[in-house]
């Protein structure tokens, strides 16, 4: 019987990452780094010899093309890929494009952490990690959880609070621990299901 999968991999570093800034719906691209990361995601999936039926990925550059290098490594560039705007990274408002330490002076350390690990607590005109779920968590259900049902194999390549999202609804994680789950960039994460659509297996493709 064919397994059913659900590959989620977080972007590779982009240009953003490196420079410590909020990028949220920003769209910078990938450094040399992520590039190089994606193509260690790559390596990674194609050891497990799926063969995807779709990907989905967000309307954000930095995650669209770390997916178009993973399905390059493993051969596999001609699938369907769905892009939807539910699938992008929180957006992070007024702190976007600002330096992180530069945004604690202008708002002092411990509101910048109340914004970047509370559940919900959004930034000045943004989106707090609940608002991220309410958004992703309905298209995953609508759209890519049914086909998984059906037999298919899908990648997802999002961003690192689009995928706490869903890893939230998968592991039945609480609010209070899902801020606290750090997701590296370039690094796969398997899920496999049965039937009824519950995680039989849960696989961590990279080393910690």
Do not use: C
């Not at 719906?25 to 040399?32: A, C």
């Not at 202008?106 to 952490?113: A, D, I, N, R, S």
């Amino acid at each position: 019987m064919k397994t059913r999968n659900l590959i989620l991999v977080r972007h590779g570093q982009s240009e953003w990452n490196e420079q410590n800034l909020f990028t949220g719906w920003k769209d910078p691209g990938l450094t040399e780094l992520g590039i190089q990361e994606a193509k260690k995601a790559g390596s990674l999936i194609s050891d497990q010899g799926i063969v995807f039926d779709e990907m989905f990925t967000s309307m954000l550059v930095r995650a669209q093309n770390t997916g178009a290098i993973i399905l390059n490594s493993i051969n596999q560039q001609d699938i369907p890929i769905t892009k939807n705007q539910a699938l992008n990274e929180r957006n992070y408002g007024s702190l976007a494009g600002l330096n992180k330490d530069d945004a604690r002076k202008k708002w002092g350390e411990e509101q910048v952490h109340i914004w970047r690990r509370s559940f919900d607590v959004p930034p000045p005109n943004g989106e707090s990690l609940k608002d991220t779920a309410e958004r992703v968590l309905p298209y995953f259900k609508e759209h890519i959880m049914p086909k998984v049902i059906q037999g298919s194999s899908i990648l997802v390549a999002a961003h690192g609070n689009s995928l706490r999202a869903l890893i939230m609804e998968l592991d039945s994680i609480s609010s209070e621990d899902i801020v606290k789950l750090e997701i590296p960039t370039g690094a796969p994460i398997q899920y496999e299901f049965n039937q009824s659509g519950e995680v039989i297996n849960k696989t961590k493709l990279y080393e910690e």
